[in-house]
């Protein structure tokens, strides 16, 4: 191997270890928080995106109020369970559901596996339950009231 080889595969290893120290360096040390801003990385990439509150059908259990529109979405409201259809989104999308009090959550994973991804979301600190689920396609959402009390979730805008 030449000089000029060594010199060359050298510099390239340095700069594999200062690429390294810099996305060490300036990456997060915590688990992130999921209701933050979207990184430099989401936004160049065009942003998050959710699903349209608007494309979402509501069939509950009876009895069953309809649901209602509000500013932060659809309201939906039941005793035991709910079934939401989400039309096909065209593209990855979020459905943002949110609630003042547990519920459960249960949707197909995107693309082509053949999973159902089951969840029952507890409110956090703010006194909120969040649940995000992705959808690629037309959908269903199961949702869930543990304890049969009754449940009270939007269909949210963000």
């Not at 990385?41 to 509000?70: E, H, I, Q, Y």
């Not at 005793?79 to 459960?104: E, I, N, Q, W």
């Amino acid at each position: 191997m030449s000089g000029r080889q060594k010199l060359l595969l050298a510099a390239l290893a340095g700069l594999l270890v200062v690429l390294y120290l810099v996305a060490v360096g300036g990456g997060r040390h915590d688990r992130g928080d999921p209701a933050a801003r979207p990184g430099w990385l989401t936004r160049l990439g065009g942003g998050n995106s959710t699903v349209d509150p608007a494309t979402v059908g509501v069939d509950c259990a009876p009895p069953a109020p309809a649901p209602r529109a509000s500013a932060d979405g659809t309201v939906v409201s039941f005793s035991t369970g709910c079934l939401l259809r989400v039309a096909d989104p065209g593209r990855l999308r979020t459905l943002v559901l949110r609630s003042g009090a547990p519920f459960a959550v249960a949707a197909p994973a995107p693309g082509d596996a053949k999973v159902t991804v089951r969840d029952e979301v507890e409110p956090g600190d703010d006194g909120t339950a969040v649940a995000k689920v992705a959808v690629d396609r037309a959908t269903e959402v199961a949702l869930g009231c543990p304890g049969g009390g009754g449940c009270t979730v939007t269909v949210a805008r963000s």
